[in-house]
């Protein structure tokens, strides 16, 4: 992410995991033609790759929510996904944090005792 400039957002961790792990062929096949263009990773171009490859199933989830649900469990529900959204962006707030110290040549332990204050 870092080399291509790409934000630090949760959205996008999870689509560079993605493409790392390789388990979206059609996913990495899209960011390989963006990065063989050298056209960047501006935030509409990752806007429209997360909301093609990771928003489908989030709707399908959505649409087969019970009707049945009351609005106090659909309220916990959603308050809930907000602290996940929140803690995600934290984490890749860390996981930045942590390899821009790895670049500036601290040690693992090092980082590790930082992160713990």
């Known amino acids: 992410m870092r080399a291509h400039t790409v934000a630090a957002t949760g959205a996008n961790y999870e689509v560079w995991l993605s493409y790392r792990l390789g388990r979206n062929p059609a996913l990495r096949e899209v960011i390989d033609k963006r990065v063989a263009s050298k056209e960047g990773f501006d935030s509409e171009f990752n806007n429209e790759i997360y909301e093609r490859f990771f928003t489908a199933t989030r709707a399908s989830a959505e649409w087969s929510w019970p009707a049945s649900a009351s609005p106090a469990i659909s309220a916990r529900v959603i308050a809930f996904l ?36």
């Open 82 to 117: 907000k602290s996940a959204e929140e803690k995600s962006g934290d984490y890749g707030r860390t996981l930045e944090t942590a390899a821009t110290d790895l670049g500036r040549g601290l040690a693992p332990d090092q980082i590790a005792n930082r992160s713990a204050k």
